[in-house]
């Protein structure tokens, strides 16, 4: 295995096409190499960022998050697809945090207009805005990038290390690279005879990289095929290595316990107690808080619950109640976008029917099954951090700050996520293990946050009101007119990570409201952003989470008030606006025998919305049963445009489905005299196996281009769950969670 050092200086990134050798073309910083962050040792070859070999093997370096989502083993794909190399014959890593890692997809969801309406010059542009991620150190996984941001890079990788090698046996044999081929990790002579790749790589790595054309589709072996899940076998035994699991010499377990009322500080502490508790090491303080340092985690927990504290309080409303007042409070200031403003949303069309909702959903924990934890080992100039996180280099540059140190000095380690959803793109218990392993230096350090303080010091997905207006004429809708009040995922965010408020209208915070696929001849949409002091962050699938709810549950009441069948209505609208919309409408329609009559009993809601560069359409059916109502079957259609492996992407809209039903039936956060009032499962419910729909997933590819997988499930589940229940029971649904109203089967 290559050792993790400072810059290999001869071997970069160059654009999208990986090179070793020390050429590097262009002086301006966004397009300067980024150097290869792999310092081979005696015996191996790193032939790009993502390649290595030994004479023991194949090492493929795929530098994002596997937190579930399939990106280790489709990665992979893409590397081997080139590479000519099988998935069993290789191994994946993470990768260290570095700048040759950076994701190019992140830059492109920046541009203007609705995404749909992206040309393919609009698309080139985003590719070419994407280096800049370079520039920004933007190595992370997120807004379901991964697959977008590696498409072509990684073939590219796996292609010019294949031809280098190939010129390595050239050069041996005495024959051109043309004559030699390649297949399952060798190269092969006209003779038949085979050299391994493992057998080359030194000499390989001595060469001027051979750039090469990618391979058509049509001798694609790996792509577009589903693939066993490299992390199958590991998470099957046990044997994966979670940020929790992470074991190592000499290690000393810690708790924390911070103010409730988050950003309200602490006074004073009193720690005797726990300081007199058998097995109990340190007590430190964390600023905000105070954690304990013991002989295990369990004690830990206890003894710093053990500690009398005087805590400040919270910087926003402490009520529920009043924190909604004052988001409503934001309607009446002018709106920071109107991204949407199509003919005269001021006037009703002659004849024209009008009507008007308004809607509310809660603060919403990230929930991930494994708690926020991580490991910190300060020694003498260097501090190596064990975790689970969506953003190693900006982690890296705040555990650097925190520990005194320059960023080179500290060595990130990721290890698999336990769930991640936007929660682990943040840093906080990164930093606040490095606090913890600054008072016991040469000690590695494990900090686990109880589920209590996961759920209490979450940087939640924020509450959301929403004021809706519309009119139907001749059984269609005639205008749509929409003003969304919330806090502003993204400028807190960007203020934590890197210090910096963006400026000008906030796509995010309006994405699925604005952009919404349907072509409704006076269409308006406002985002008018709160400013609360209670932490957000990125929660999945983000603005389109609460967006899709408001703006399909109206859709669904407009039908009903132009007396057509909600998802005709639907068909209708995007035909005339997006082919790909409508396409996902009808493959749910013919999944689900759709006739827009449901039997006694049972009743079913469609919703569609368009996230991440995917449109996503979702029937959900409901039923009856024993005085309850369960969610029965579900239907899902996504177009993505090119797929990488199948089964994957049915997995991440199955995934991303079950989650926002488990939110729109049972989660919230609310507080109480500035607290969160949930603290765990039992007050924070999710679906059971047992509650969870049957579900069929059809995947289209008529898209030009390749959209995201791992978020775009999640907005049309609430929606088109509510509008189920409303087929059901004749209710409507304009308030989340869905429980306070209906008897769901838990």
């Known amino acids: 295995m290559a050792s993790i050092g400072k810059i290999a200086r001869r071997s970069f990134l160059i654009g999208s096409a990986a090179i070793a050798g020390g050429v590097a073309f262009g002086a301006y910083a966004v397009s300067r190499p980024a150097p290869n962050p792999l310092d081979p040792g005696k015996g191996e070859a790193a032939l790009n960022p993502f390649v290595l070999i030994d004479q023991k093997g194949i090492t493929l370096f795929a530098p994002r ?79 379901s990038t991964s697959m977008k941001d590696g498409f072509k890079r990684m073939r590219h990788a796996g292609a010019t290390a294949r031809e280098t090698l190939k010129q390595a046996a050239a050069d041996r044999l005495g024959l051109s690279r043309g004559q030699l081929s390649t297949a399952k990790g060798a190269v092969i002579a006209p003779d038949g005879t085979l050299i391994p790749y493992t057998d080359l790589a030194m000499e390989a790595a001595k060469l001027v990289p051979v750039e090469a054309d990618l391979r058509p589709s049509n001798e694609w072996r790996l792509i577009g095929k589903s693939q066993p899940r490299l992390d199958m076998v590991e998470k099957s035994t046990g044997t994966a290595e979670f940020g929790i699991d992470v074991r190592l010499p000499g290690m000393k377990f810690a708790a924390l316990r911070m103010n409730p009322r988050q950003g309200g500080g602490m006074k004073r502490f009193d720690a005797a107690a726990a300081a007199a508790m058998p097995g109990v090491e340190k007590v430190i303080g964390m600023g905000a808080g105070v954690a304990v340092v013991a002989s295990n985690t369990w004690l830990a927990m206890q003894a710093v619950e053990a500690i009398e504290v005087d805590w400040g309080d919270a910087p926003y409303p402490p009520e ?37 909702a308004d809607y509310q959903v809660p603060y919403l924990a990230h929930a991930t099954m494994e708690p926020m934890n991580a490991t910190a080992l300060l020694q003498v100039g260097k501090l190596t951090v064990w975790c689970g996180n969506q953003m190693p280099t900006f982690t890296r540059s705040k555990c650097a700050a925190e520990a005194g140190l320059d960023s080179e000095q500290v060595d990130i380690r990721t290890t698999y996520l336990g769930g991640g959803f936007g929660r682990r793109a943040e840093f906080d218990y990164a930093v606040f293990a490095t606090r913890a392993a600054k008072a016991l230096p040469g000690v590695p350090v494990q900090l686990t946050w109880s589920r209590e303080e996961d759920m209490r010091h979450d940087m939640y997905r924020p509450g959301a009101l929403a004021r809706m207006r519309g009119a139907v004429k001749d059984g269609s809708a005639v205008l749509m007119d929409g003003k969304v009040a919330a806090a502003s995922p993204t400028e807190q965010a960007m203020k934590r990570l890197a210090d910096f408020t963006p400026a000008g209208p906030d796509k995010v915070h309006v994405e699925g409201f604005f952009n919404s696929p349907y072509a409704i001849p006076n269409y308006r949409m406002a985002g008018h952003i709160s400013d609360l002091q209670i932490p957000v962050g990125f929660w999945r699938s983000v603005g389109n989470s609460f967006n899709a709810f408001f703006v399909e549950s109206f859709i669904d009441e407009m039908a009903h008030a132009a007396g057509t069948d909600p998802l005709e209505f639907r ?104 607290a969160a009032e949930q603290g765990n499962f039992p007050d924070y419910d999710a679906l059971r196996m047992r509650t969870m729909p049957k579900t069929e997933v059809h995947v289209l590819e008529t898209q030009a281009h390749m959209g995201g997988a791992g978020e775009p499930g999640t907005p049309p589940a609430a929606p088109a769950l509510a509008n189920a229940l409303f087929d059901l029971t004749g209710k409507r649904a304009r308030r989340l969670p869905l429980m306070h109203e209906f008897d769901l089967m838990v």
Not at 108 to 133: I, Q, R, W
């Open 65 to 143: 998050a596997e937190m579930g989502q399939g990106v280790k083993t489709s990665w992979a794909a893409l590397i081997a697809e080139e590479l000519d190399v099988e998935l069993d014959q290789v191994r994946v890593l993470h990768g260290p945090a570095a700048k040759a890692y950076y994701n190019s997809a992140f830059m492109a969801d920046a541009l203007p207009g609705k995404g749909y309406d992206t040309s393919n010059f609009k698309h080139s542009v985003g590719e070419a805005l994407g280096h800049l991620g370079k520039v920004l150190n933007l190595h992370g996984t997120g807004g």
């Open 320 to 356: 529920t109640d009043q924190i909604f007042a004052r988001i409503a409070e934001a309607f009446d200031d002018a709106p920071n976008s109107v991204l949407r403003d199509d003919g005269d949303a001021d006037q009703l069309p002659v004849g024209a029917t009008e009507l008007t």
């Open 571 to 674: 068909l209708d609208l995007a035909r005339r606006e997006w082919e790909p919309a409508a396409g996902v409408l009808e493959a749910v329609k013919e999944m689900s025998g759709w006739t827009g009559a449901t039997p006694d009993g049972a009743g079913r809601g469609v919703a569609l919305c368009y996230s991440f560069g995917t449109p996503v359409a979702e029937v959900i059916e409901v039923v009856e049963e024993n005085g309850s109502i369960r969610i029965a079957k579900a239907w899902i259609a996504c177009d993505m445009g090119q797929v990488i492996d199948p089964e994957i992407v049915k997995a991440q809209m199955f995934g991303g489905m079950a989650y926002g039903l488990s939110a729109a039936c049972f989660g919230e956060i609310t507080f109480a005299d500035g």
